[in-house]
């Protein structure tokens, strides 16, 4: 890693910037147990006139208790806020905020730590850089700054391990925080945004994360944390401090200083402020004199001092200065609205759903071990019973109708129920590769949709080898792909349901049950249990649209005529 004035030079150029932003107010609806309890305003103000600027180079710590808005106004400057009323201006390199662009230019790394449980740590670099560096990036430059950034967060260790599922294998929470943190760097941001990277940390994981943070600050780019209860080492590793009280309004908003001199200093200046003891955290201190019972007991009004104060002049002024564009620059300008385009994106969306299907024998191998005993149970069942010779009766018809249900009921259901949970698990991950703009959601789908046909034709392919003959099915080649094809297509069915009630429900649970009325409602207007001439008019309209009459048409039709 190569240093040029005092700065980390990395691999691939970016351009430092600037993010200031001047009486950015926040405004949500009144919650209802609220307006319970006698607030009757229609709005609820959580920001009120925040003034300040992140800078290139400078690490920079939001802070405040519980109720703070310190997550709140980090929400509002990434552009994660999706609901409320935003007020105020925010410049980046003091240009107006565009958040279509400034999401190409920045990272944000969540308070979860959420990945692709069967991808390894270098293989999720490699795939938020394979999506989030620009195309004219070159492969090699492109493996160069993934390696790079690998040594930076210190993962080049553990690059070959899968990430697996928080709390029962895979890496460590502070390893998570880690690669949660390299997988927006390697996006080659100028601004990143962490919400608590050292939250449920104990001591020892808390200093290797902010030796990662603080790495990442030393290349030059603006990074910005929000931070709760930190060790005095921690909290002095930072550059900057803006400080919030209960109802999101600032309090100070200046430099921490050499083993936190600045922020003492500026603290006990105030009247009636107790003196910091010996070897007592700065941090602690700062929030026990700066609470509200501490307020009172002073009787001041700690924002009110802070808006008379000298610091926060200087402030308005370096806003004031930095909302000016420098001289030669100009506003970001991207010509598309995701840096890959989307054959792309496809194709990286589909080499790590590969990956993961290869990696989860949980889910693949069961369903096949499912498929070989549905197999062999039918097969066995209804010996022979699809031979024509065999079929003399109504009852010898109607009993290779109920063979066909059962496959199309037994086998659809099995195969909807087991790809559910491995939807569930990367709904998470897809939420947060979405928020940012790593790829359009119609080549995910499509990803997603094409990586289930390889082994649904593995599962086809099985029952056609086993349970066709055994059934006693004709050895026509027109009826046997007719019957495989149909076979197919109602597998394929029956996983894409459950990948779309999945993504439709707020969690598997919900999606269990809705998954169950919908099978419950296709068994019985599937044309087997009523047949379609005796359905009532007002629910013959479910028959054509259930796909399992469809299946049912299809396979008695090219079997028998």
Known sequence: MRKMGGLRRMVLPFTPLTISFQD???????????????????????????TGAFQPGVLSALMGVTGAGKTTLLDVLAGRKTGGVIEGDIRIGGYPKIQQTFARISGYCEQTDVHSPQITVGESVAYSAWLRLPPETDSKARDEFVNEVLETIELDEIRDSLVGIPGVNGLSTEQRKRLTIAVELVSNPS??????????????????V????????DTGRTVVCTIHQPSIDIFEAFDELMLMRRGGELIYAGPVGHHSCEVIQY????PAIPRIKDNYNPSTWMLEVTSTSMEAQV????????SASSMCKDKDMLVKRLSVPVPGTSDLHFRTQFPQKFWEQFKACLWKQCLSYWRTPSYNLVRLASMLGFCIFFGVLFWQRGNINHINDQQGLSTILGCMY?????TGTNICQA???????ERSVVYRERFAGMYSPWAYSFAQVAMEIPYVLAQVVMFMLIAYPMIGYAWTAAKFFWFMYTMSCTLLYFVYLGMMIVSLTPNIQVAFVLTSVCHGLQNLISGFLVP??????????????SPMSWSLNVFLTTQFG
């Open 532 to 545: 379609s001439p005796q359905i009532p008019r007002w629910w013959v309209w479910l028959y054509y649209i």
């Open 210 to 217: 902010m030796r990662a943070v603080k790495n990442v600050a």
């Open 299 to 306: 009787g001041a009004d700690f924002v009110q001092m802070y």
């Open 267 to 270: 603290f006990q200046a105030i």
């Open 191 to 208: 601004i990143i945004f962490m919400d608590e990277p050292t939250s449920g940390l104990d001591a020892r994981a808390a200093a290797i």
């Open 24 to 50: 950015v107010n926040y405004y949500v609806d009144t919650p209802a147990e609220m307006r319970e309890h006698g607030y009757m305003e229609g709005k609820l103000q959580l920001l009120h006139n925040i």
């Open 419 to 425: 790809v559910m949970p491995f939807v569930s698990i």
């Open 406 to 410: 059962g496959i199309t009921l037994f």
